[in-house]
């Protein structure tokens, strides 16, 4: 596996993807990181807390929106630092889910075609919920 | 300063069930002889797992005394990770934690903590950076 920087222009879009997220994705995902906050299933206790309802867990935003990054990159180890402002929660509707899009875009290169930096659009039901999301990645020898 | 957290033992079957929660399709995150083909021991990590292990470290956090911090009042407002190589199952992660820095901000307050969490050897492997808002009484 390569990775080749030196073909690319910033704007170039390297990857996109569409997720739908329903309940028990949230569910899946409590129980695989531990975060068993009950706002990310639970109706009552979002509302409780002055939420519009349940709530994806950031950190299940950011976790799925680098995966088109990573599966473009190929090496994993060819990945630096992973960053994500959380601007605006995903509401996940219990009968409709919700829909969330990622495009990643090349925002930056580094001398020589050595690193870039990706950008990452990412929107929750049409909304921007992810700002200065950002992957920056280096070439592979 | 905080205690290192005891040891992580990343697991096989939890590497894939995260990456199945993440809806990764990357076979490097369930196919054993993918990942070793491409040069891993073992499975590979998504690039959020540390997260996991990071946990351990906000679980102090949250639980120091004079903190006094609500988590019916924690909202997640940044995350970074910084890597020096990707996790693989079978490594043993020990995370530890400082706290980078506590602002006020309109009557809420902003807590950045740095985890490191570095494998059996004691070589890095990845850094976690939290930014937690604590919303202030309204």
Redesign the interface.
């Given at each position: 596996?390569s990775l080749d920087l030196a073909s690319l222009s910033v704007g170039d879009v390297v990857a996109e993807r569409s997720?739908t997220l329903t309940r028990d994705?949230l569910v899946?995902?409590a129980?695989?990181?531990?975060?068993f906050n009950p706002i990310h299933y639970r109706d009552d206790v979002a509302v409780s807390?002055g939420l519009d309802g349940v709530l994806a867990h950031?950190?299940?935003t950011?976790?799925?929106a680098?995966?088109p990054v990573?599966?473009w990159v190929g090496?994993?180890?060819l990945?630096?630092?992973?960053?994500?402002?959380?601007t605006r929660p995903v509401f996940v509707h219990a009968e409709t889910g919700a829909t969330v899009d990622v495009v990643a875009k090349v925002g930056q290169l580094g001398a020589d075609a050595a690193t870039a930096r990706i950008d990452l659009t990412v929107t929750g039901n049409g909304q921007t919920v992810l700002g200065k999301a950002q992957v920056w990645v280096h070439a592979s020898a | 300063m905080y205690e290192p957290t005891p040891p992580y033992l990343v697991g096989r079957e939890k590497i894939r069930e995260f990456s199945a929660a993440v809806f990764s399709v990357n076979p490097l995150n369930f196919d054993v002889q993918a990942a070793r083909a491409a040069g891993y021991d073992d499975l590979v990590a998504p690039p959020t797992f540390g997260v996991v292990v990071q946990e351990r470290t906000l679980a102090q956090l949250l639980a120091t005394p004079d903190a006094d911090l609500d988590f019916s009042r924690v909202v997640h407002g940044e995350q970074r990770f910084s890597y020096s190589r990707p996790i693989v199952a079978g490594d043993e992660l020990t995370a530890t934690l400082t706290v980078a820095s506590v602002k006020q901000l309109g009557g809420h307050s902003m807590v950045t903590s740095e985890s490191s969490i570095t494998d059996a050897t004691g070589a890095h492997v990845v850094t976690a950076i939290s930014t937690l808002v604590v919303r202030g009484d309204e």
């Open positions: 596996m997720f994705a899946r995902y129980g695989a990181s531990g975060d807390v950031g950190m299940l950011m976790g799925l680098v995966q990573f599966d090496d994993p180890a990945v630096d630092d992973y960053q994500v402002r959380f | -």
